[in-house]
């Protein structure tokens, strides 16, 4: 197996299967559960996270950002990485 693909494996086992992710798109929640081998969403399985964000909005997207599981600069939001973050991401300036 490639190091892409297990790196891929290892990734999707940080969600926990029965785990259910929620967002919001164009005024309706949109509600995915996390499956042992992929995620289901409105009666269909998906092999990934950004397979299901492309069904959800016709666009493309990375799927764990989208859920907001990651941010721009790739790091997870589910750690205390001290990254840096674009500036874009951290909303309107107060």
Do not use: H
Request: glycine residues 8%.
């Amino acid at each position: 197996m490639s190091a892409r693909l297990v790196s891929f494996d290892q990734k999707r086992t940080e969600l926990t299967p029965g785990t259910v992710l929620v967002r919001e798109w164009e005024r309706k929640s949109q509600r995915v559960m996390v499956m042992a081998d992929g995620f289901a969403w409105n009666g269909q399985n998906y092999d990934s996270l950004s397979k299901v964000a492309f069904a959800i909005t016709g666009t493309k997207w990375n799927g764990p950002r989208f859920f907001g599981l990651a941010r721009r600069n790739g790091t997870s939001t589910r750690n205390n990485n001290k990254k840096s973050v674009c500036p874009t991401d951290q909303g309107p300036a107060a």
